[in-house]
């Protein structure tokens, strides 16, 4: 079985982030994701939400778009929400 706290070192360990923004878990992946990644995402994303807001991630590492180097800008890639947390 795979664990929210899993799913978010794997993320981070292939360059995409995770943060809260309100009742939205925003995912940031450094390429596009497969389907099934997305659907473990959607599957565990009430412990993700739980998990990044005991650690007090509650927003971005890096800055939103438009308020970064350029460097940093071109690999970037969107973010993506997951739908709110009820």
Do not use: Y
Request: proline content about 9%; glycine content about 8%; some cysteine.
């Amino acid at each position: 079985m795979i664990s929210p706290s899993f799913l978010v070192f794997w993320l981070r360990g292939i360059g995409g982030q995770a943060w809260v923004e309100g009742k939205d878990l925003v995912l940031v992946f450094p390429r596009e994701p497969d389907k099934d990644v997305l659907d473990l995402f959607r599957k565990h994303k009430r412990g993700i939400v739980a998990l990044l807001r005991q650690r007090g991630q509650t927003s971005p590492k890096w800055p939103k778009p438009g308020n970064e180097s350029p460097a940093t800008s071109e690999n970037r890639q969107p973010e993506a929400k997951c739908d709110s947390v009820s």
